[in-house]
């Protein structure tokens, strides 16, 4: 993570009320510049880590997206300015699904029953 130092801030709004809800650090050039290179080495190491590994690694993330499946649904529904209804619950389950599409084999055959919106 590059942490803004530039100095400008932007404003982030409640889209339903046009309040500003939070104000986010803004990068310069150097900081943009500087997030891409850790992106592409992470890549690289990423790429490098043993294929068990990462099917652990994203296991956790399924995990802990199901801990905080009610919270994620909440957020993303503020983002949109709808409710937390049925399609946007739907939208937060099928995340942790999507993040196996990075682990060899893909989703489990067994599927992902016990993951909300599983297969």
């Not at 993570?1 to 100095?7: F, I, L, P």
């Not at 649904?73 to 709808?82: F, S, T």
């Amino acid at each position: 993570m590059v942490n803004g130092t530039s100095g400008r801030f932007a404003e982030v709004f409640e889209p339903k009320t046009g309040e500003v809800q939070a104000k986010v650090a803004l990068a310069s050039k150097v900081e943009r510049r500087a997030a891409v290179e850790n992106t592409m080495a992470a890549q690289v190491d990423w790429g490098a880590t043993n294929p068990q590994r990462r099917a652990r690694v994203m296991m956790k993330f399924l995990e802990l997206a199901q801990r905080d499946y009610d919270e994620l649904a909440d957020l993303l529904a503020r983002k949109h300015d709808k409710p937390a209804s049925r399609s946007t619950r739907s939208a937060v389950r099928a995340l942790p699904a999507g993040a196996l599409s990075g682990v060899p084999g893909g989703v489990p055959s067994g599927g992902l029953s016990g993951v909300p919106g599983g297969y």
